[in-house]
């Protein structure tokens, strides 16, 4: 799959796990933000728990468990570093609880979006 092609699913993909946050209430805050030490694909607010998220969403084509997967350790450094860095240069949400979740989704064999939200996927 070309790169250019990667890049429009993961765009649709992001857009699907925005609808998904909104129906469940959850307030967008940002998109794709972007440091040095990282990228995070949305952060949100829930304010029924009272939550900031940081959402890393993973669209896999081979399916949910191959993007819940692609989440090495790694990877979670860099999000948490970046949410650090976050919370730094916006400091109304520095005394906020946060959580990491993750949006993993796949098309089903009718090309409908399987979509799998991972509430507290890992810790700082």
Same mark, same amino acid.
């Given at each position: ?7 429009i699913? +993961?765009a649709? +993909? ?6 998904? =946050?909104?129906?469940? +209430? $959850?307030?967008? !805050? %940002? &998109?794709?933000?972007l ?7 949305? !952060? ?7 939550? =900031? =998220?940081?959402? %890393?969403? &993973?669209?896999?084509? #081979?399916? @949910? /468990?191959?993007? @819940?997967?692609?989440?090495? $350790?790694?990877?979670?450094? &860099?999000?948490?570093? *970046? *949410? &650090?860095? $976050?919370?730094? !240069?916006?400091?109304? $949400?520095?005394? #906020?609880f946060?959580?990491f /979740? ?11 979006? %399987?979509?799998?939200? !991972? =509430?507290d996927?890992?810790?700082?």
């Amino acid at each position: 799959m070309s790169k250019y092609i990667k890049k429009i699913k +993961g765009a649709k +993909g992001e857009k699907t796990a925005l609808r998904y =946050l909104k129906k469940l +209430g $959850y307030k967008i !805050i %940002e &998109r794709n933000f972007l440091c040095k030490t990282g990228e995070i694909d949305i !952060i949100a607010y829930d304010h029924k728990n009272e939550e =900031l =998220l940081f959402v %890393e969403v &993973r669209f896999r084509q #081979s399916g @949910i /468990d191959d993007a @819940i997967a692609s989440i090495n $350790y790694n990877k979670q450094l &860099r999000i948490i570093k *970046a *949410a &650090r860095y $976050y919370l730094l !240069i916006n400091p109304e $949400y520095s005394e #906020s609880f946060t959580r990491f /979740d993750v949006i993993a989704l796949s098309h089903d064999p009718q090309n409908k979006w %399987e979509i799998k939200h !991972i =509430l507290d996927a890992f810790r700082t």
